[in-house]
């Protein structure tokens, strides 16, 4: 039992393709990797919706003034 | 892979683009450093992020559909249907795009377009910051890096496209497709984000706004120049036979080729990559006094300047089309910042846009009557046909899709951050954090002392 199909590599190499995993199974994994994909854009929008928002709230003219003349 | 020559051949090239792209990440590595130079002390954690995390955001989705748009665009919408043949190989769930040990290919050309995917969105970063947001600035980067750049790559910048066929388009080393399309983008982002607060005074003047880190800054371009000699090897093919090419070369003496599968050598762009690297510095440090930072920047816009071309001018062309289009850029930058007041904190829509779009146009001039490709049927080069892919690479799929998507952002409020984020800075969440885990490591630390 292999999950890439081949348990050896005694083949000729002429006739060996893809040799991944979950072979016929592409499109459910590029499906979950669309998802994870968009959902990062989600969860990451959200978190910095609520952190500037925070942000806005805190504001302090001395902590701004401070951060300016850093530069 | 049988026969010797035919797997030397095969190993050689997908070595040669393996190398390519460990080269052309310098590109990102030195955009990185010259934003974070170019932030203020404030923002330089959020500026830093906002570039890095275009690689995985460009790189999933070039991989899920920014690939298959370069093999099913050529021809579409104008000039046929998609072309779902030649994409098929390359859907995100073709076995080609995977671990396949009879295809040594795909991946590393994949990788090698895809790193100027991630050079395209990172040419938008650094003109927006400080001031964008990071999510909306995410969505312009998929935008550019995996559907803009991409669609007009398979315009304009593969064997088959519809610009190459009907209107003789070349630009060999992608004054257009890469540099002149990103910097329309930046500019019609701009165009609707605004200035960082500060940038003009009340009657308009522009205020300038120095990098908190000049040699950082020179770090970056220089690091941006040598990554740039692996974007040069990485459009080329680097051997191939008259047979295997197909067209109407005749003989049997193998070359290197452009994109379009024209012959040129790699000691040809190495000549006029020099030479324009040369005559842009040399032009900016002229027409900008020997300001650092424009005579850096202006190195790297001459080679912009001269890469449509560069496969087949002589060196001194390069060079004079390098100065020259430096002076365009230059002049253009502070004639757009003063009369639509737009704040392009790293010089981006010049070195890039401007640039670019003068290399396009001046090739059609010098290589008027030249063949885009080696096969029948196509259109030569032309200036009208130079002109008009130009504007297609710098407004239409550059300016006009930013507007709209950055005037639709804008509307939703999700474009900007607000006033008291930009004033504080935005690094504000980095610098508690920071801040909290300092003084606590600093308590505990003293109070062993005491023990």
């Not at chain 2, 927006?128 to 550019?144: P, Q, T, Y």
């Not at chain 2, 080069?381 to 639709?408: E, H, R, S, T, Y």
């Amino acid at each position: 039992m292999s999950t890439i199909e081949y348990s050896s590599w005694a083949v000729d190499l002429a006739e060996v393709g893809p040799v991944y995993p979950l072979q016929g199974w592409e499109v459910l994994m590029v499906i979950l990797g669309v998802v994870f994909w968009l959902g990062w854009h989600v969860i990451q929008h959200r978190r910095e919706t609520k952190e500037l928002q925070q942000q806005v709230k805190d504001y302090s003219k001395q902590s701004a003034s401070h951060n300016i003349e850093q530069y | 892979m049988d026969g010797n020559l035919n797997a030397i051949t095969t190993i050689f090239t997908e070595f040669y683009y393996w190398v390519t792209v460990v080269i052309m990440f310098l590109i990102h590595v030195g955009f990185c450093l010259y934003e974070v130079a170019a932030s203020r002390r404030r923002n330089y954690m959020h500026t830093l992020m906002k570039n890095i995390m275009i690689i995985p955001l460009v790189t999933v989705t070039f991989f899920f559909f920014g690939w298959w748009i370069y093999w099913a665009f050529p021809d579409f919408p104008l000039f046929g249907g998609l072309n779902l043949e030649a994409g098929a190989a390359n859907t995100p769930w073709s076995e080609n795009m995977s671990t396949h040990l009879g295809d040594r290919i795909t991946g590393v050309f994949w990788a090698a377009f895809l790193l100027f995917s991630w050079t395209a969105a990172s040419i938008v970063s650094g003109s927006v910051i400080e001031r964008i947001r990071s999510s909306a600035f995410w969505v312009h980067a998929v935008l550019i890096g995996s559907v803009f750049w991409i669609i007009d790559a398979a315009w304009g910048w593969h064997a088959e496209g519809w610009m190459v066929k009907y209107l003789g388009y070349h630009d060999a080393y992608a004054s257009g497709v890469i540099h002149a399309i990103a910097g329309g983008y930046a500019l019609g982002i701009l165009t609707v984000l605004g200035p960082r607060l500060g940038k003009f005074a009340a009657d308009g003047t522009p205020r300038d706004i120095p990098p908190h880190n000049p040699w950082l800054v020179a770090i970056g371009l220089f690091l941006i120049y040598t990554g740039f000699w692996g974007f040069y090897a990485a459009c080329n093919v680097p051997i191939i036979s008259p047979e295997a090419i197909g067209g109407l070369i005749t003989g049997d003496t193998w070359t290197a080729t452009n994109i379009y599968l024209g012959p040129t050598t790699l000691s040809a762009i190495t000549f006029n990559f020099l030479m324009a690297l040369s005559g842009g510095l040399m032009a900016a440090y002229i027409v900008s006094n020997g300001d650092p930072f424009w005579t850096f920047s202006g190195g790297l816009a001459g080679i912009i300047a001269a890469s449509a071309g560069n496969d087949l001018y002589h060196p001194v062309q390069a060079m004079l089309v390098a100065a020259a289009g430096v002076w365009v850029a230059y002049k253009m930058h502070f004639w757009v910042e003063r009369k639509f007041k737009i704040d392009d904190a790293v010089g981006a829509v010049a070195v890039h846009g401007y640039s670019g779009f003068f290399g396009v146009v001046i090739a059609g001039f010098l290589l008027w009557g030249a063949p885009s490709s080696p096969f029948e049927g196509f259109a030569t080069i032309n200036p009208f046909g130079q002109f008009l892919g130009a504007v297609i690479m710098f407004f239409v799929l550059g300016f006009i899709p930013a507007v709209v998507v950055a005037k639709i952002q804008a509307a939703m409020g999700v474009l900007r951050v607000p006033v008291e984020a930009e004033l504080e800075g935005l690094d504000f969440e980095a610098r508690i954090k920071y801040e909290q885990a300092v003084n606590e490591i600093t308590a505990v630390n003293k109070s062993m002392l005491e023990k």
